[in-house]
């Protein structure tokens, strides 16, 4: 049940501003200086630092922690911006550091949206229209531009800039102060600038549990891509006709049949 926004199931600190429309669920709790706005709405148990601005129209979990400083749901810095209605939601459990930025959406999707169980670091940057993933971990000020998408289990180390519109598929890892400029295929290790491909991410996939056979398959994918002379046509259909028809394996597949941007070799 969504209470008052200063009821005693909530710690709320007598220096924070919290706007009177903004749903405040149980065992939130609020510190000194800390700027709730309009239409925010805050999920049972999360602890929001002192100095935090949520702006407006912003949808924060259950159990998340918001640190010092923080700016989260402010306008989109994008020049056609006309003041619409936009939101940001912040699934259940994430963890955003001191002084992260992230903006809500525009006109073109509405939304920006940053899953459950993630890891925000100091800095970072999510702009309008972005889409993570669960379980995203994404290092100090690492900045992104506005339609980035990035899946569930992504690591990306810190200083990366990531172009707009890039996708960064599943299970990827970014080493830092990378420069993505084109899609990071699912299952890959990446980094450089320019950035390139280093196989699969082996040790990522196997403490997630991915089986021997699926890895395995995976890899003579990965191989049929970038070590080979075929081109993105023909390597798509040797894979489809040689490999075992593997849920994991599909998701490599389709990412590049979806690919706008082109992929990262």
């Known amino acids: 049940m969504l209470l008052p926004t200063r009821s005693s199931a909530a710690e709320i600190h007598q220096t924070a501003i919290i706007d009177e429309s903004a749903e405040i669920e149980?065992?939130?709790?609020?510190?000194?200086?800390?700027?709730?706005?309009?239409?925010?709405?805050?999920?049972?148990?999360?602890?929001?630092?002192?100095?935090?601005?949520?702006?407006?129209?912003?949808?924060?979990?259950?159990?998340?922690?918001?640190?010092?400083?923080?700016?989260?749901?402010?306008?989109?810095?994008?020049?056609?911006?006309?003041?619409?209605?936009?939101?940001?939601?912040?699934?259940?459990?994430?963890?955003?550091?001191?002084?992260?930025?992230?903006?809500?959406?525009?006109?073109?999707?509405?939304?920006?949206?940053?899953g459950s169980d993630c890891m925000l670091m100091a800095y970072v940057h999510v702009a309008h229209d972005c889409r993570l993933g669960d379980h995203v971990i994404l290092s100090n000020s690492v900045n992104m531009a506005g339609h980035v998408t990035i899946g569930d289990w992504v690591i990306v180390s810190g200083l990366t800039p990531i172009h707009q519109f890039v996708r960064i598929g599943a299970h990827a890892f970014v080493g830092g102060a990378s420069r993505v400029v084109k899609d990071i295929p699912p299952y890959v290790k990446a980094a450089g600038n320019p950035i390139q491909l280093y196989g699969l991410n082996s040790v990522g996939l196997q403490r997630r549990g991915f089986s021997d056979e699926v890895r395995r398959e995976l890899k003579r994918a990965y191989r049929l891509f970038f070590a080979s002379t075929y081109n993105t046509t023909q390597a798509l259909a040797r894979a489809r006709e040689e490999l075992r028809a593997i849920p994991e394996l599909d998701v490599f597949l389709d990412f590049f049949d979806t690919s706008e941007r082109g992929v990262s070799a």
């Open 26 to 114: 149980d065992g939130v709790s609020i510190g000194p200086y800390s700027i709730i706005g309009p239409r925010v709405r805050i999920g049972a148990g999360t602890r929001v630092g002192p100095h935090v601005l949520i702006e407006r129209d912003t949808s924060l979990g259950s159990e998340c922690v918001i640190h010092k400083g923080a700016v989260l749901g402010t306008d989109p810095q994008d020049l056609k911006y006309a003041d619409e209605q936009t939101t940001l939601e912040v699934g259940d459990r994430t963890i955003i550091r001191e002084y992260c930025t992230l903006n809500r959406g525009t006109v073109a999707t509405g939304i920006t949206r940053v």
